[in-house]
T-cell receptor, first 109, second 111 residues
């Protein structure tokens, strides 16, 4: 079965601390994975896609096929990073997204 | 900004009533999607459409209906058969091989 798991509902860190939001997936074939972010009172927006291999707002994510993971990392968290983060994968060629349950990141001053 | 417009922002439904949520996009995207967002459950796919006049059920289609008569429009009707309609509804669209773009969402509540 295709599934995305984000084990942490809430991750709370202090400003300047490293952040790692965990994402594990189950998918037969080559997955295409994304991180979406939803800031307070804003629409859900794309943060990263694994095929781009880029860093957005200091965040990076590496696809680890051996561990079936796509963890999101940032070396120094900022208060403005506080938001809901969703990991998702595309199912087949329909473009359907399968989302994880989401992790709320809270960065304290 | 444009892109994807969902309306209304807030909607209230009475018992036994059908309500329709609007989703319009000016991005010329072929594919459109409806998701439901509940706390602690992430987003779940209700319906999707890859082309005009065609649509498919998602994971939680029961109690919902859609139409796709125009490329830019993909309205979602929450019928009285949906027993737990209170949620945040998100519409998205996508160009082929590109990530999905989302609207601002509609929050539906029961009166």
């Amino acid at each position: 079965a295709q599934r995305v798991t984000q084990p942490e509902k809430l991750l709370s860190v202090f400003k300047g601390a490293p952040v790692e939001l965990k994402c594990n997936y189950s998918y037969s074939g080559s997955p295409e994975l994304f991180w979406y972010v939803q800031y307070s009172r804003q629409r859900l927006q794309l943060l990263l896609r694994h095929i781009s291999r880029e860093s957005i707002k200091g965040f990076t994510a590496d696809l680890n096929k051996g561990e079936t993971s796509f963890h999101l990392k940032k070396p120094f968290a900022q208060e403005e990073d506080s938001a809901m983060y969703y990991c998702a994968l595309i199912s087949g060629n329909t473009g359907k997204l399968i989302f994880g349950q989401g992790t709320t990141l809270q960065v304290k001053p | 900004d444009g892109g994807i417009t969902q309306s209304p922002k807030y909607l209230f439904r009475k018992e036994g009533q059908n309500v329709t949520l609007s989703c319009e996009q000016n991005l010329n995207h072929d594919a459109m999607y409806w998701y439901r967002q509940d706390p602690g459950q992430g987003l779940r796919l209700i319906y999707y459409s890859q082309i005009v006049n065609d649509f498919q059920k998602g994971d939680i289609a029961e109690g919902y209906s859609v139409s796709r008569e125009k490329k830019e429009s993909f309205p979602l009707t929450v019928t009285s058969a949906q027993k737990n309609p209170t949620a945040f509804y998100l519409c998205a669209s996508r160009d082929r091989h590109q990530p999905q773009h989302f609207g601002d969402g509609t929050r539906l509540s029961i009166l």
